[in-house]
Every structure is written in structure tokens, then in C-alpha cells.
């Protein structure tokens, strides 16, 4: 790559194409055009001014004022609390840092009362309807996320000394329902058939049913962990690394799908390993192509668990595969499925109790069928006349 005449501009040769790139505080932003067509010269210019205001505007920003909410975000996402965690919880904190930065970061630390930590829990509750006059829409995951980011960089102040207590611990969370809705039988079928749904985002349904794993793992798997009979997995969230028995349509899928150049086992459908984003968009709009209403990926794993629940697995045995590290959703999951069986069981009792009724012979002791219940009154009218 040599540097040509103007400033920040780089050049680079691909398969025998030349291509010209604007580079500057991390930037690589594409120029089209060549040298010395009008064409390039424009489109430097202006990526060239942007970059100037940008630097401009970068340093005459006010300074981040000692002891406040962004003084204290910039220090924790400095810190190995920050670096050391997984990029997906980093992507999922950063929904609440970010409006924490921007709209608080004025307010200080020592001075922050308990108060304000309800106020924007309930602030968050809600957002407006996307419809005039329709009620807000609720929101209780995003108020709950609030409070945990806020609680997490709190107790790390507290650590530190900028504080001597967390108003945000043991702030009651909100009440989300019944977390990610499992997926039925007949809306998988819907989807596996469906003709728009794709191979490589069929194979990503069917992987994600016979392992019970987030996203973001799944699109991590690597040839190398499968043996053949199960797939080897280490967590993103929870580090954890787990193995997993893979059943029957799992494996002859493995065994028959066509291999990339790629080093995982799911890809997009041009060969290339996917991005988390982008699996998840993808997902999304295919789930939406086929049909499908109040689905989504994560919900997969919440059927896988509660298959292995169905069949009788214990909570200890459920979170072996799914890699769950707190009993809370598991338990659920078993509960529900013990009652299934334990209502299943019931009413083939009183089938089975009404079909022995209803063949035993007349006596005293003999409770009636209440197809008899006719014939039995006519009877009994008779004699009476």
C-alpha cells in the first residue's frame, strides 16, 4: 500500500483493481473514482471536510466534568471490568450507558440520590405509541437494563471511593412476563418450509433447536468442535464450555451440508461467516417473511429447553446442554412440564374410570353414565305412573 499526494489518502491493489481510501483516526472510508478524474477530487473533498469539522468539533467540546455520570462511565470503560467482558453483554450495556452519557452524565456521582434511581426506572417503563392516541407502549426490559448498568457502574464507584453506598442496589425490577415465547410444532414446520426461508437460516433454526444456545453462539460453532456425535461449545455470556448431544436430523444435517472456506459451520449464503447484527436482522426478517407473529430467535432456545423438560429431564440435566448458570428459568420450564404430564395423567384416569363405568354391570353401587341418565328416568316415570 504506498501513499499518494493527497493528505489521508491511501491506495490498495485487490486481484489485479486498484482502490483509493480516505484514512484517518481509524476511518477507511472508500473514494470512488480514480486520480484525476473530477469524480474523485469531489468525493475527497467532501469526505476530506467532514473530517475536518469532526476534528474541530472534538476539540472545542467541553470538557467532561470531574466526579459526574460521564466522568465515571469514561473511567469504568477503562477499566478490566469493561475489557474483560464479552462483546455481546458490551453491546447490550451500551443501550444504557450511551442515553446514561448523553441525557445524566451532567449529574455527580457523591450527590446522586436514591430518588433519581426510581425515576428513571419508571422514566424508561414506557415509550410513546407509535399511533396517536394509543396508550404507551411498555417497556420493562429497557427500564430493568437502566437500573442493572446503572448498579454495575455505581458499585464500581463505590469500590473506588467516588461514593460510600449504591442507591441502585436492590431496586425492585419490573415485571417483563414470561420472557421469549417457545416456538409450537406447527410454527416451526411453517418456518422450515416456508419458501423464504433460506438454507443457511434453515440450518440455524435446526441448530439452534438441538442445542439451546444463544445466538451469538451459534454462529461461533466451528467444524472443529463437532465429532460426530455432539458439538463442543464455549459460551460468549458465560464462558462456560459445554458439549452438547446433537439428535438424529442435527447430525445428517452436519453430515450432508456443503462445506465453505469459512471455519464455522453456519454462514450467510454467500460462504462468509456471519456478524451478529446481521444474523440477527436476518433471522428477523425471515421469521416475518414466513408468516410468523410474536417470534424470535432467543425463543428457539427457550423450545429447546422446554423439549428437554417435556421429556423429563431434570433442572441439573437441562442446564448440562443449555449451559443456563441460575435454576430461575430452568425450574420454570420443569414446573411446566411436570404439570403437563401430571394433567395429562389425570385426564387419562378419568377416561379410563368413565370407560370402566360405563361397561360394569347395574347394581347399587353403580354410578351411572350420563348417556344412561335417560333411559334410567324413563323408567323410573313408569313405574311411578
Known amino acids: 500500500m504506498a501513499r499518494i499526494e493527497l493528505p489521508y489518502v491511501d491506495k490498495a491493489t485487490t486481484k489485479g483493481k486498484t482502490y483509493y481510501y480516505y484514512r484517518r ?5 472508500r473514494i470512488q473514482g480514480s486520480p484525476g478524474e473530477p469524480q474523485f477530487l469531489a468525493n475527497y473533498t467532501r469526505l476530506h471536510n467532514a473530517a475536518e469539522k469532526a476534528e474541530i468539533k472534538a476539540k472545542t467540546r467541553p470538557g467532561v466534568l470531574p466526579g459526574s455520570l460521564a466522568a465515571l462511565i469514561v473511567a469504568y470503560k477503562k477499566s478490566p471490568e469493561w475489557t474483560d467482558t464479552a462483546q455481546s453483554t458490551k453491546v447490550d450495556y451500551l443501550k444504557a450507558l450511551d442515553p446514561l452519557a448523553t441525557l445524566y452524565g451532567h449529574l455527580l456521582v457523591a450527590d446522586m440520590p436514591r430518588k ?9 417503563a414506557t415509550k410513546p405509541a407509535e399511533k396517536e392516541g394509543d396508550p404507551p407502549t411498555k417497556t420493562p426490559r429497557r427500564a430493568n437494563r437502566m437500573i442493572t448498568v446503572l448498579s454495575i457502574l455505581l458499585s464500581w464507584a463505590v469500590n473506588r471511593e467516588w461514593r460510600p453506598d449504591n442507591p441502585a442496589l436492590r431496586v425492585p425490577k419490573l415485571k417483563t412476563g414470561e420472557g421469549y415465547r417457545a416456538w409450537t410444532d406447527s410454527e416451526l414446520e411453517q418456518m422450515l418450509t ?8 434453515r440450518a440455524a433454526v435446526i441448530l439452534a433447536l438441538a442445542t439451546g444456545q444463544r445466538g451469538q453462539d451459534l454462529i461461533k460453532m466451528m467444524w472443529t468442535d463437532y465429532d460426530g456425535e455432539g458439538i463442543y461449545i464455549v459460551q460468549g455470556k458465560t464462558k462456560a464450555r459445554v458439549w452438547v448431544p446433537l439428535h438424529d436430523r442435527a447430525r445428517q444435517m452436519l453430515n450432508t451440508m456443503p462445506r465453505t472456506l469459512a471455519s464455522t459451520i453456519l454462514t450467510r449464503a454467500d460462504g462468509q461467516p456471519w456478524k451478529i447484527d446481521h444474523f440477527r436482522h436476518e433471522m428477523g426478517d425471515q421469521i416475518r417473511e414466513a408468516g410468523l407473529v410474536g417470534l424470535v430467535t432467543h425463543g428457539l432456545r427457550t423450545t429447546a429447553a422446554k423439549w428437554l423438560a417435556e421429556a423429563g429431564c431434570s433442572e441439573r440435566e437441562i442446564m448440562a446442554i443449555t449451559g443456563h448458570t441460575s435454576s430461575t428459568m430452568v425450574s420454570r420450564y420443569v414446573r411446566e412440564a411436570s404439570q403437563k404430564t401430571r394433567a395429562k395423567s389425570a385426564a387419562e384416569k378419568v377416561a379410563r374410570y368413565r370407560e370402566k363405568e360405563a361397561s360394569a354391570k347395574p347394581g347399587k353401587n353403580r354410578v351411572p353414565n350420563p348417556r344412561d341418565l335417560g333411559s334410567i328416568l324413563t323408567e323410573k316415570n313408569t313405574e311411578l305412573s
Open 116 to 124: 433519581f434511581v426510581f425515576w428513571l426506572r419508571d422514566h424508561y
Open 194 to 201: 416456508a419458501p423464504t426461508t433460506t438454507e443457511d437460516i
Open 25 to 29: 483516526e481509524g476511518q477507511r472510508l
